[in-house]
């Protein structure tokens, strides 16, 4: 008699307990929205050389439903800046960061500073410096492999026939991981050429580039390591302040595109900044809610884009995704 | 094999369940009902609400789907009515060496009343030369015209309209600006220098009033969408329209475009989905609504978590119902059972009769039941105590007529002898005799006094057989005052003399001796001779066969005085017979010390034992010993 009535006692018990499970987890079902908010932060958020970037991250948030805020920063961004804005987003509620290093040494310590905080997400490079933490992970595309692609665009241009042409190197910040290594890669293809590097811009920033190349001597081309350098170039040569040099160039916004359509550049090399968004958003969220899944390094892939084949239906879908 | 080993043992668990009480079995019983009844129901609901959920689902998308389709054919027919009135309003009426103008300005009007829609209109001729555009835009140096898609799908089939997929405007350079066009191109006849001639005539649709329709009904990311394809199935409008050029995502648009209108489910990459086509009219377009399988499972998250709630409220609520129902019907059962179970175990309690009508019945019938079986139970006691009292008397009538006969026998002899005096002496002793025999019709008297009636025995015995023995008592004082059955050393005295020192001469000293002492708290008393002693066998005889050693006794013997002990005290107590032939023969009376009283003596009489058992409670325990 008294263990039936124990039985109906601890039977109702655990009714009353699914009961209440079931009702939390209703209204926590309900209460669910999106599964993070992650910002974005890069330099010169608003130039439309990011358009392609974003539009990859807005469609990555979309599918993982993701909250994103893509932060407005400045050209100048210093690590400083980057490290206030980092807390500032941190602050604001965010669960993970993408980033694109700032330039300067400082960089790489910072983001390993910031990475005990929050998982940081790198994009177009790795951070440069010392304290660079080779750890942090890195959505970008090849920039060595980009500028070997440049080089060999030259060169089958010219027959690879090249022996004692004069060349003019412009970055926008050529201290820069990105800059670096597509220099790298373009002078790996060039240096047994016979092609002579007559000058280098390395530092657009703040100055006008129309005015700087204007300053600079005559080569038989110019070779822009990014997309700001490479819209200063064709600027530059529509205004016929380039001496009549040749601009081969790696941009990836639709000025660019607008440099090769008006033959004022002759080849562009187009990063996929659609896959690099996709990808370090798609990445970051992965890694949300496991904590021994870690967001991993990604190659994007990258176009070669000549005047002839600019609007062929391949080339139509990455510019889509520029003019987003 | 394994399975039929499994089934065995899946029976035994079932054929091994005990009975268990009637409150858990009707709770249990209740429950399973209630259980299986709710599952069902909770199943049933979850089913019929999902399907309907899932059928009002396909009907508001095909709704939300035919309102679209209207909306972007309302749009497309606009587009046609922009290019007819430019042809038909403006290049047939005008020649365009002569009234360029003209051609320009009523462009330019059309333009202007739809520049919302529209990104340009241009009019090429044969040979992709530019005749006339709105607004004016600087056009490329060389835009390849003729090579375009839309310029030779126009020249293709002049009869016609043709829509393009989107694709960026190459005609005009708007420094640094593409747009995304979807080209409404059609042939057309115009004039020129008054020479008519073939061109074709471009309306450049603005993409984005395409988008931001389809981004309208998009709007909701619930995992329901909407996408546009042409009728080969490339796409027009997909809202990852970038994944799936990537490879990131995948459609089977090509499936779709060849579908006619329609409601169809597919299973596409692993995903059981439905596909709502509705085609658009003229172009031949596609809007396709695809509902993935699991937007109604998600759709269900809220009822699927009511009906789990529903049920286990349910579930408590009967749980509750049940409880109350199966004890207001075992209640009075058990309170019934209760009471049978107090009786059982001895306990004299009333029989419970309450509850249902038939309960009450039952509990009545058992009351009565057992009232009749205390009446009969007391019955049968009575009846035994009286059989047993009867049987007493019975043997205690047996051995008075024996013994009176030896006594006046021996007294007759006497008074022919004329011994006067040992006649007087044997009379007094046959006197005392017979009032303890008598002992006011008690059975049980002290040792003492049944000493004394052995002595008088012994006396008159030792006269008829003129001292050819002797007698000895040598008893402990402190048993004389305890109780005995009485008459129980006279038969022993009796079967001493006859088959012992009886028949021995004067000479050879025959000997009876009673010993008496108290030990371990019983009695044992014990008449010895020195006689002829018998063997084993036939000592064995005589607690067993009353009838077998009867040749010169007085046929009484030893087992009436073993009964009678028996019968007041329990079988464990009785006689002992110890005998060697030519030695002698020891018989020992065994029974508890109890100290003469008047209540002792009447507990005895009555057959119950000082522990206050019952003459049959004594028996019922020996039975089982």
């Known amino acids: 008699m008294k263990s039936n009535k124990n039985m109906f006692i601890l039977t109702e018990a655990v009714l009353a307990v699914l009961v209440i499970i079931t009702a939390a987890a209703m209204f926590l079902g309900r209460s669910t929205h999106g599964r993070g908010r992650v910002a974005v932060i890069v330099r010169n958020s608003d130039e439309s050389r990011w358009a392609a970037f974003k539009y990859g991250l807005r469609m990555a948030a979309q599918d993982k439903e993701i909250e994103l805020f893509v932060v407005s920063m400045g050209e100048d961004l210093t690590a400083e800046e980057e490290e206030k804005a980092i807390e500032r987003e941190i602050a604001n509620g965010a669960d993970a960061v993408i980033v694109q290093p700032a330039p300067g040494k400082d960089t790489g310590k910072m983001l390993k500073k910031m990475r005990k905080k929050i998982p940081v997400l790198l994009v177009e490079y790795p951070a440069s410096g010392e304290e660079t933490a080779e750890d942090i992970p890195t959505v970008q595309p090849d920039n060595y492999a980009l500028g070997q692609a440049l080089a060999k665009e030259l060169l089958k241009d010219y027959n690879e026939k090249v022996e004692g042409k004069t060349m003019g190197i412009i970055s926008e910040y050529g201290a820069s991981a990105a800059s670096l290594e597509r220099k790298r890669g373009v002078t790996s293809v060039l240096k047994d050429m016979g092609v002579k590097a007559v000058w280098e811009v390395s530092d657009l920033s703040g100055e006008d580039g129309n005015t700087v190349l204007e300053r600079k001597s005559k080569v038989d081309f110019v070779i822009a390591l990014d997309d700001y350098s490479l819209v200063m170039s064709g600027k530059a040569a529509a205004a016929k302040n380039l001496h009549g040099a040749l601009v081969y160039g790696i941009g990836n916004s639709m000025e660019a595109i607008y440099c090769l359509d008006t033959d004022y550049a002759r080849c562009l090399v187009v990063p996929d900044d659609f896959d690099m968004g996709y990808q370090s958003l798609a990445e970051t969220a992965e890694s949300f809610g496991f904590i021994f899944k870690k967001p991993k390094n990604r190659i994007v892939s990258f176009t070669v884009m000549r005047k002839q084949d600019l609007f062929s239906k391949e080339n139509q879908e990455i510019l889509f995704t520029m003019s987003q | ?625």
């Not at chain 2, 000493?451 to 004389?480: E, G, L, P, T, W």
Request: aromatic share 8%; net charge negative; charged share 25%.
């Open chain 2, 1 to 625: 094999m394994k399975k039929l080993n499994l089934t065995k043992k899946y029976l035994k668990y079932i054929t091994d369940i005990k009975p268990r009480g009637m409150q858990s079995t009707i709770m249990m019983v209740f429950s399973s009902i209630s259980v299986a009844v709710l599952l069902i129901l909770g199943i049933m609901m979850y089913l019929r609400v999902s399907a309907s959920s899932r059928e009002e689902m396909i009907r508001s998308t095909e709704k939300l789907m035919e309102q679209a389709g209207e909306n972007m054919e309302d749009y497309l027919v606009s587009m046609r009515q922009i290019s007819d009135a430019v042809y038909y309003n403006v290049i047939k009426e005008n020649d365009f060496s002569d009234k360029d103008n003209d051609i320009q300005q009523g462009m330019k009007r059309v333009y202007e009343a739809n520049k919302s829609n529209i990104r340009s209109i241009a009019i090429y001729n044969d040979y992709g030369s530019l005749m006339g555009a709105e607004p004016v835009i600087l056009q490329k140096e060389d835009p390849n015209v003729t090579r375009q898609a839309w310029y030779e799908q126009a020249r293709a089939e002049m009869e016609n309209m043709h829509f393009s997929t989107p694709h960026i405007q190459n005609l005009f350079d708007d420094a640094f600006r593409y747009y995304w066009v979807i080209s409404l191109s059609r042939g057309v006849e115009l004039t020129d220098g008054g020479v008519p001639q073939t061109g074709v005539l471009l309306v450049d649709m603005d993409y984005s009033s395409i988008s931001r329709m389809m981004n309208q009904i998009n709007a909701k990311n619930s995992g329901q969408y909407y996408y546009l394809c042409d009728g080969n199935g490339e796409i027009i409008y997909h809202t990852r329209q970038m994944q799936i050029n990537n490879g990131i995502y995948s459609e089977d648009s090509k499936k779709a475009a060849v579908c006619k209108d329609g409601v169809y489910d597919e299973f596409f990459q692993g995903e059981r989905r439905k596909i709502i086509v509705n085609t658009i009219s003229y172009t031949g377009w596609k809007l396709v609504g695809v509902i993935p399988y699991s937007v109604f499972t998600h759709d269900m998250f809220d009822i699927r978590y009511f009906i789990v709630l529903l049920i286990l409220l349910m579930a408590m609520m009967l749980g509750v119902v049940n409880r109350v129902v199966s004890v207001r019907i075992s209640s009075p059962i058990l309170k019934l059972n209760n009471s049978v179970l107090e009786y059982e175990a001895g306990k004299k309690p009333d029989i419970y009769i309450g509850g249902s009508m038939e309960i009450r019945h039952l509990g009545d019938s058992i009351q009565r039941s057992y009232e009749r079986i205390d009446m009969l139970m007391h019955k049968i006691v009575l009846e035994q105590t009286e059989r047993r009292k009867s049987e007493l008397d019975a043997l205690q009538s047996q051995i008075n007529p024996h013994f009176l006969y030896n006594a006046l026998d021996s007294i007759t002899w006497m008074i022919e002898g004329e011994k006067n005096d040992e006649a007087v002496f044997m009379i007094s002793q046959l006197a005392k005799l017979f009032r303890i025999s008598l002992s006011k019709g008690r059975t049980v008297i002290t040792i003492g006094e049944e000493i004394q009636h052995a002595q008088s025995y012994m006396n008159i015995q030792k006269i008829r057989y003129k001292n050819r023995f002797s007698f000895v008592v040598d008893v402990d004082q402190a048993v004389y005052s305890c109780c005995t059955v009485k008459l129980i050393l006279q038969p022993i005295l009796e079967n001493a003399i006859n088959y012992g020192v009886g028949s021995m001469d004067e000479d050879e000293g025959g000997e009876v001796k009673v010993t008496g002492k108290e030990q371990d708290g019983e009695i044992i008393l014990s008449v010895a001779d020195n006689g002829l002693g018998m063997s084993e066998e036939e000592a064995s005889y005589l607690l067993t066969d009353g009838n077998r050693i009867h040749k010169q006794g007085s046929g009484v013997g030893l087992v009436n005085v073993n009964n009678r002990i028996q019968l007041f005290f329990g079988k464990e107590y009785g006689l002992q017979v110890d005998s060697e032939p030519d030695e002698g023969t020891v018989i020992s009376i065994r029974f508890p010390s109890i100290v003469y009283t008047e209540e002792n003596r009447k507990r005895l009489e009555e057959g119950r034992l000082l522990g206050g058992d019952t003459p049959v409670d004594k028996e019922g325990r020996d039975e089982k010993q």
